[in-house]
């Protein structure tokens, strides 16, 4: 069975430019999420899908992040513009649902640099 | 504010068993206790959890005091691909299963 996949898996920009990654959930999986993680400190939520309805997006930085889920499968997360305290590892995860403390299967992660 | 206490790093030896403590002295009658471990360049990966009871699976054991207050995951025969960030986590158990709040973990370097 494959695993969540995204990509790119290492992506390198200059301030100000947009930049989106892409994230395939594993198949069945109805919640999908998206991590921040920030060198040498563990990751943090940035939203949550339950399908196509985000549930909880309270800390995506909604002035330059946005997301969607359209047919509730995969997931794009952008960034515009893109600062400098934005480079970090963006890891995306799935799990059947979230009711009942699914176990959530981790993607390799995004590496973003932005100069 | 941090739910959980860990040990920054930590070393062990190949082959010899490996037991990493958790402190969770506020930890509500309705949360579990999560492990997690990142391997460097990978995402983190489910290692298990646990309410009240001791836990054993493929992976590890999960020993949980009686006023679960503290927790220890012990990988019972440390190799050198156990080298990683080890999470402890306490998550809340209701419809939506709370979220998972990673702290910095404990590095842990298994040798030769």
């Known amino acids: 069975e494959a695993g969540v996949v995204q990509s790119p898996r290492y992506k390198i920009i200059e301030k100000k430019q947009p930049v989106a990654f892409w994230c395939n959930p594993i198949s069945g999986h109805n919640t999908l999420y998206w991590y921040l993680q920030n060198l040498g400190q563990g990751p943090e939520l940035l939203i949550r899908?339950?399908?196509?309805?985000?549930?909880?997006d309270s800390q995506l930085p909604k002035d330059r992040f946005s997301a969607e889920r359209l047919k509730g499968v995969d997931s794009t997360l952008k960034i515009q513009p893109a600062e400098l305290g934005d480079s970090a590892v963006y890891l995306c995860a799935s799990s059947p649902s979230s009711g009942g403390g699914e176990t959530q299967y981790f993607g390799p992660g995004t590496r973003l640099l932005v100069l | 504010d941090a739910k959980t206490t860990q040990p920054p790093s930590m070393d062990c030896a190949e082959g010899r068993a490996a037991n990493l403590p958790c402190n969770h002295s506020?930890?509500?009658?309705?949360?579990?206790v999560y492990w997690y471990r990142q391997i460097h360049s990978q995402g983190p990966q489910y290692i298990i959890h646990?309410?009240?009871n001791n836990e054993t699976n493929e992976m590890a054991s999960l020993i949980i005091t009686e006023d679960r207050k503290s927790s220890t995951l012990i990988l019972p025969h440390a190799t050198l691909r156990d080298t990683a960030v080890y999470y402890c986590?306490?998550?809340?158990?209701?419809?939506?299963?709370?979220?998972?709040?990673f702290g910095a973990g404990t590095q842990v370097v298994v040798t030769p």
């Open positions: 506020t930890i509500s009658g309705n949360e579990y």
């Open positions: 646990g309410l009240k």
């Open positions: 899908y339950e399908n196509e309805e985000a549930v909880d």
């Open positions: 986590i306490v998550r809340v158990a209701n419809d939506s299963w709370g979220k998972l709040q």
